[in-house]
């Protein structure tokens, strides 16, 4: 029902009313009652008339389908300048539930179905505040921001990651509809997480195109977080995730110790689980491992499915140097590709690294890529990008000083030099490394963490009995040095 006049009526309800009595004419009356009465007038200044709308979804409605008509009849009853302001009633959830404001024409129906909504990834973008990040928009488009080179395809599966591999393919053919919700990755640097993460995206958008697919990192949340508040944006931040199908938050491990995110972080989470969308979650360490996070957060991580990527086996590395050789339209014998991953075993970055280098090099000095090049620089590689000693180097120096081949320490073999070589590999990984008595094991050998420590007392043993051995000791330990 239209308002009665009185004395008391204010401009704005007068505006109002007379647009409503042109609307009616305009709409079928059904719709009239549903999207128009409902509508409460609530100010008009400088030819601004704000109407209060009760819900996000209802000013989504309004923009979609009647933004023509309501311009075109507030620029007849207020002029071209007319501009039109929601206030936008947002139910409470955890955050003040004050309406706020949404302002029109900023654009016009055509540009909202065509412009990418804008998503405050860039300190320049996010400080210009964008009425129009507000949950329920699913027809606008939001960037994914995903890189089409993680995908699937390119993703070599191997032991070291047929699970998680699996898992993730899972939840992209059924976002939010499996067990596994949320994915959560983990595993050291440069194992795949950030590619399979995005590969999941790249999937579901490639499967369910009209799903909302959004891919950042921990600390680029946490960036445009504080921009929101400093900004006065903070529900926009908030509805702006919360209407996201597909979540992928790399690196989760950032949000140590920074409370005020991880709070935000919480309501994003809830929501989007509550609703049964997807999230998907990467870190450097399995959630009983994590420190620096809530307990609540934490135990959320817990709900789906945790799952590690592990540091991939000789062959997997053979079968990532290929693809990407392969990729690349480049040309490189197996023998030079079979140097490279025996050398460089930790770390899939790593291994493209030196790839790269290799090409680098030989494109640079004209030289063709032979396998003396090869070695030349891979020994400067794994010299170089470890400031700290690595297995991978210490194996490498200990078989150089012996003159035994490396793949025959990594071997089974029970040949006493070999033995012996393997066993002052691992003394010096426990002495020069952090790492632990497990990881040198499983990296030198497959062996467990109990014969590591045999070796380590072995070859102590020897460096107080066996006065040759010492100094071979000491001129190992000075290459290491060096
Ligand atoms: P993380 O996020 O765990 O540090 P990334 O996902 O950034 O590691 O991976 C590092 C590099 O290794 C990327 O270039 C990625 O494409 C590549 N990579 C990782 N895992 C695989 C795999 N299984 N197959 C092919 N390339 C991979
Ligand atoms: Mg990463």
Redesign the pocket.
């Known amino acids: 029902m239209l308002k009665t006049m009185n004395k008391e009526t204010k401009d704005h309800e007068i505006i109002w009313n007379k647009c409503l009595q042109i609307i009616k004419d305009n709409v079928p009356s059904v719709s009239f009652r549903t999207w128009f009465e409902p509508i409460i007038p609530v100010k008009l200044k400088d030819n601004i008339l704000t109407i209060q709308v009760p819900s996000p979804f209802f000013y989504e409605y309004l923009e979609e389908q009647y933004i023509d008509l309501l311009k075109k009849i507030l620029r007849k009853e207020l002029g071209q300048d007319a501009k039109l302001e929601y206030n936008v009633v947002i139910e409470n959830n955890a955050f003040s539930s004050q309406p706020y404001t949404v302002r029109f024409p900023t654009r016009s129906k055509t540009d909202l179905k065509n412009k990418p909504l804008a998503v405050p990834m860039d300190k320049d973008e996010i400080s210009v505040r964008n009425p129009f990040i507000i949950p329920g928009l699913k027809k606008l488009h939001v960037d994914p921001q995903l890189n089409p080179?993680?995908s699937f395809a390119?993703?070599?599966?191997?032991n070291?990651?047929r699970l998680a591999?699996s898992a993730g393919y899972a939840v992209s053919q059924k976002p939010g509809k499996t067990a596994f919700n949320p994915l959560f990755v983990y595993?050291?640097?440069?194992?795949?997480?950030?590619?399979?993460?995005?590969a999941i995206g790249i999937e579901v958008k490639e499967k369910f195109p009209e799903l909302t697919v959004l891919y950042v990192t921990a600390n680029r949340f946490q960036t445009q977080f504080i921009e929101s508040i400093r900004n006065n944006t903070r529900n926009d931040f908030l509805h702006f995730y919360q209407m996201i199908d597909v979540l992928i938050v790399?690196?989760v491990h950032e949000f140590a110790g920074k409370e005020k995110t991880q709070d935000i972080f919480f309501h994003v989470f809830n929501h989007l689980h509550q609703s049964g969308k997807q999230l998907i979650l990467?870190s450097?360490k399995a959630p009983v491992e994590l420190q620096g996070l809530e307990q609540r957060l934490l135990s959320r991580f817990k709900w789906g499915l945790s799952t590690d990527?592990q540091s991939?086996e000789f062959e997997?590395r053979m079968?990532?140097l290929k693809?990407?050789v392969y990729n690349d339209g480049i040309e490189m014998s197996d023998e030079i590709l079979e140097y490279i991953a025996t050398y460089i075993s930790t770390?899939?970055?790593e291994?493209?690294g030196a790839l790269i280098s290799l090409l680098a090099q030989s494109t640079l000095n004209k030289k063709e890529i032979t396998l003396d090049l090869a070695r030349k620089m891979i020994d400067k590689l794994i010299k170089n990008t470890h400031k700290e000693l690595s297995i991978d180097y210490i194996q490498k120096v200990v078989c150089d000083y012996f003159g035994i081949p490396i793949d025959l320490v990594l071997s089974k073999t029970r040949k006493r030099e070999i033995v012996q070589a393997r066993q002052v590999a691992m003394f010096f990984s426990k002495s020069l490394t952090k790492s632990s008595l497990t990881t040198i094991g499983s990296r030198i050998g497959g062996k467990d963490h109990a014969t590591v420590l045999h070796a380590c007392k072995t070859v102590n043993n020897l460096i107080e009995t066996d006065k040759q051995f010492r100094l071979q000791i000491e001129e190992i330990e000075k290459k290491l040095k060096t």
């Open positions: 080179e993680y390119n993703f070599v599966e191997g070291c990651n591999r595993g050291d640097s440069g194992l795949g997480k950030t590619h399979l993460a995005q790399d690196d990467t450097d990527l991939p997997t079968a990532i693809k990407k770390n899939i970055r291994l493209e």
